[in-house]
């Protein structure tokens, strides 16, 4: 096996590019941050990986790491190259507060060694409220702006957005449009104003506008913010639509929820969900995990070896192209 790993790595750029790179990942144990994280473990020789994990539950930072490892997804990286695996290592913190909720010291090993930043975590709740979507789709994007601004060796930011943050149009371009709503006035606001106030559903309905939930209202705010604060920095975004079970990697199916379609199937699988209301003709825009995930590793190496003077966006989506109804 290592010796296929080797020739592969030898003909790929993007593998290359990981060689010996230091990696900060947020959202690792989400289901697209596990992929991920799996996937440069599996694929490249990085140098290390960090993961901004918090303590859940009463769960310490450290043991969600093992809890992760543990699981099921990188049984192919414990079988063939389980030495990867020493090279995670969690750094405690919190999305939701300042600074990421990053000590000083795990603050300054970031500063000085990461090159490679990707920041997928989020509330993807349709229905979260206002003032914690607010916090963890946006002030949170805030704090990682900050934190790239002082890194000293940062090649390529990689921001995981979402191709309905502008639902409100029929076509969506690779581009940042402008945001319904001031991203900053927003962040304020939620921090003075009364949260049971603004997380009425009289109040948040206005407040978001033509947006349909808070989920596609903040990830069009985020995106807004990175033009903004962070002009200058070697930023990316990546837009996928409907995140659904493996295609190929880490194997054929795997998925860790019930959300979307996977619940979908599941209860119809089980004959729990025997009639469905739905529109036959309408898309389900939906994209196995391990297409996002690849096209994230690739579009750290090509925001990092071929810089653009503007952000560039890509969206990940099957649309018309390869529909599915």
Known sequence: ??????????????????????????????????????????????????????????????????????????????????????????????????????????????????????????????????????AMNVESVQSMISLCKKMKKLEALVHVSTAYCNCDRSEIKEE?????????????????????????PEMTAKLIGNRPNTYTFTKSLAENLLITEGAGLPISIVRPSIVSAAWREPFPGWVDNLNGPTGLIAGCGTGILRTLHCGRDLLADLVPVDIPINLMCCVAWRTATQPSSCTQVYNCTSSSVNPIT
């Not at 945001?179 to 997380?199: A, R, V, W």
């Open 1 to 134: 096996m290592s010796q296929n790993f080797d020739e592969v790595t030898a003909g790929s750029p993007v593998a290359q590019f990981y060689e010996n790179r230091v990696i900060f990942i947020t959202g690792s144990t989400g289901f697209m941050g596990k992929v991920l994280v799996e996937k440069l473990l599996r694929s490249t020789s990085v140098k290390k990986i960090y993961l901004l994990i918090r303590q859940k539950k009463g769960v310490a930072t450290q043991a969600r790491l093992q809890d992760l490892l543990s699981s099921k997804l990188f049984d192919s990286v414990r079988t063939t190259r389980a030495g990867e695996l020493s090279k995670l290592v969690a750094v405690h913190g919190d999305i939701t507060q300042p600074r990421l909720g990053l000590s000083t010291q795990d603050e300054k090993l970031l500063v000085e060694n990461v090159s490679v930043v990707f920041h997928s975590a989020a509330t993807v709740k349709f229905d979260e409220d206002l003032t914690k979507s607010v």
């Open 176 to 200: 940042v449009y402008p945001p319904p709503g001031n991203p900053q006035g927003f962040i304020q606001l939620c921090k003075c104003m009364d949260e049971e106030t603004l997380n009425s």
